[in-house]
């Protein structure tokens, strides 16, 4: 192991005193006789089951889940880390808490599992089995964890479609994914998925018809709009004899199966799915749980789409995993969010930071009541008093190919002072290293490089990529990111190797936007970067036109809004004079600080008019 290689211990390790084992307080995850022991509670060290409590625990039969309590204090044995095994402990031991809450609508543990099983039923008979991949395009509320919870309790393959896709993307993520069945809203905001279905399969005819194969999505083969599911009777669904079915299927779930491929950009702007197995993702959101401060009974608001990791695992499997209530919205805007947040008694509010202080600068924020919300949260929502100096807080970091975060430190604990600026520590089940970017050879300590990662949390793979060309011979993972580890294996983020930005959260890769635009008519050179301005970071252009195209900045925002999602199109525009260029290096590749500095100086805003 090299001098910047930086492990978390899977065996409990540290300075024993009496039944205490020391430990990090960001390790959530522990591991002990081959079983899955997360710990989970507020500001303490972690400690080991007793012999006598792991007798009990070995008496539980063929129990997949089991849990230990103490004072401030829950083990969760998970002899099989699966979803169905963990929505039956979670019935079993918090079947009243709710589960998911929205303005608008409640769920509890219990009906969720209740609900999810009619689904299960009624998915099962429409050829839905272990292995099947289904599509959920759908907007964040209980329905979309139902149905969720539905397809991977029998171990169907979860894949997470963006409501922001337009039927381009949404055609090539369907087709990539080879997905069987899809479950669609009929439109969100103003976008009509009916009309993009039918535009992009030939054979879809719309809600309640039947499908024919097409060569187009050559899969699919089944299409719900959600408001067609779940009409079955818990009785019609017991006579029919499909949850002895849905059982079986949910008993041979294990721990390596696929449990859900969700989307994200690659390296050159070209979507890759990523896929997670039910064992990784359910290690891997635990071992973040103490760095996040969520445990059992824990209120926890993450406005993020589920269709991103943030919102999937960030709220949906950690709310199941730790017992806590998940509070979400399909639109979050500050006159419904803060009256929803004051309501329902939030007690951690993770999310965007922007919209932290969004909330913060309402005019109804300092009349609202948030005094259950806990140390943790993001501070734009937190009192004057109990915010941290600027850097004293760890960064969480991750990305989808770890399910999250991989390296972190208690959100309400303030950083060693040295440590301030850094991302923390590699959370348990996870490697990092630091390399050279050009030999890919190991750095030294405090040297910056390329950060690589492996262990038992990562992904399985990519869809359509072999292991080899995804992962390295001895299993890390190259991020594409730039940091450096320090002698205490703390780990600083030093920006992208690529020129990837993000945008409210979401990512931008420059090379898919300039493809885009790039191939309009009448565009001859198009050049994007981020531009920061007092509203955030912004998408901007500068465009190269054909003498005589007689294309304006709204032309072009026009044609660029019916191909990209709402995020990516640019909202600072350039059209360059005929015979100017961009701002270059001696080398011939673009000047990126003074390309940015021409574009907030001279470029046309379009905020408005992209929104």
């Not at 408001?227 to 009785?235: K, M, T, W, Y």
């Not at 499909?242 to 299927?249: F, H, M, Q």
């Not at 930071?353 to 929502?381: I, M, N, W, Y």
């Not at 003498?547 to 990209?564: E, N, P, R, V, Y």
Request: neutral net charge; glycine residues 12%.
């Amino acid at each position: 192991m090299c001098a910047t290689t930086c492990s978390r211990p899977h065996e409990p390790s540290g300075n024993r005193e009496g039944s205490t084992i020391r430990l990090s307080k960001r390790q959530a995850l522990l591991v002990a006789n081959e079983q899955v022991l997360v710990g989970m509670f507020p500001g303490s060290p972690f400690q080991q089951p007793t012999n006598r409590e792991r007798e009990i625990v070995g008496r539980g039969g063929t129990d997949q889940v089991s849990t230990i309590h103490r004072p401030r204090i829950t083990f969760i044995v998970m002899r099989t880390p699966t979803i169905p095994a963990l929505l039956t402990h979670r019935v079993h031991h918090d079947g009243d808490r709710d589960a998911v809450v929205t303005p608008d609508q409640s769920i509890t543990y219990r009906d969720l599992e209740r609900e999810s099983e009619a689904l299960a039923c009624e998915l099962v008979g429409e050829g839905v089995s272990k292995g099947s991949r289904v599509g959920l395009l759908m907007e964040n509320g209980v329905g979309w964890v139902t149905l969720a919870m539905a397809i991977m309790r029998v171990g169907g393959v979860l894949v997470p479609l963006s409501t922001l896709l337009r039927p381009s993307e949404l055609s090539m993520q369907l087709r990539q994914t080879s997905v069987s069945h899809l479950i669609m809203s009929s439109g969100f905001r103003g976008r009509d998925y009916v009309a993009d279905l039918s535009e992009i399969a030939t054979g879809y005819r719309g809600p309640g018809q039947p499908m024919d194969r097409s060569a187009e999505l050559p899969a699919l083969r089944r299409v719900w709009c959600f408001e067609e599911l779940g009409h079955r009777s818990s009785r019609a669904v017991e006579v029919d004899g499909r949850r002895g079915v849905v059982a079986e299927l949910g008993s041979v779930v294990g721990p390596s199966d696929d449990l859900v491929i969700i989307f994200t950009s690659g390296s050159r702007g070209l979507p890759k799915g990523v896929i997670h197995t039910h064992g990784n993702a359910v290690r891997a959101t635990a071992a973040g749980l103490d760095a996040r401060c969520i445990g059992p009974g824990d209120r926890l608001y993450i406005p993020m789409p589920m269709f991103w990791m943030g919102g999937f695992g960030g709220g949906v499997l950690s709310a199941i995993i730790a017992g806590a209530t998940l509070l979400t919205e399909a639109v979050a805007d500050p006159s419904t969010t803060l009256p929803f947040l004051e309501r329902e008694r939030v007690t951690l509010f993770r999310g965007w930071p922007d919209q932290a202080e969004r909330l913060a600068r309402h005019p109804a924020f300092a009349e609202t009541d948030l005094s259950t919300l806990r140390p943790g949260s993001l501070q734009g929502v937190l009192p004057e008093g109990s915010r941290s100096a600027s850097g004293a807080r760890a960064n969480l970091f991750g990305m989808t190919e770890s399910c999250g975060p991989y390296s972190g430190y208690r959100l309400d604990q303030d950083l060693p002072r040295a440590k301030w600026g850094s991302c923390g520590r590699p959370l348990a089940g996870v490697e990092v290293r630091i390399v050279d970017p050009d030999s890919d050879d190991p750095l030294e300590v405090g040297q910056a490089g390329a950060i690589e990662i492996r262990g038992p949390n990562m992904m399985r793979g990519i869809v359509g990529l072999s292991r080899e060309s995804v992962f390295r011979a001895d299993g890390y993972y190259p991020t594409g990111d730039l940091g450096s580890l320090d002698s205490d294996g703390y780990l600083y983020f030093l920006g992208r190797r690529d020129d990837m930005f993000k945008v409210r959260g979401a990512s931008v890769y420059p090379s898919e936007v300039e493809a885009i635009i790039g191939s309009l008519l009448g565009v001859n050179g198009v050049f994007v970067t981020s531009v920061e301005g007092p509203a955030g970071v912004a998408v901007g252009v500068a465009v190269q036109l054909v003498d005589g195209s007689g294309f304006g900045i709204d032309d072009l925002l026009a044609a660029t809004k019916t191909q990209l999602s709402a995020f990516k199109v640019p909202t600072v525009w350039m059209i360059l004079e005929p015979g100017s260029d961009v701002p270059r290096m001696p080398t011939g590749k673009v000047d990126k600080n003074a390309f940015q500095t021409l574009l907030w100086e001279r470029g046309t805003s379009t905020s408005r008019a992209a929104e």
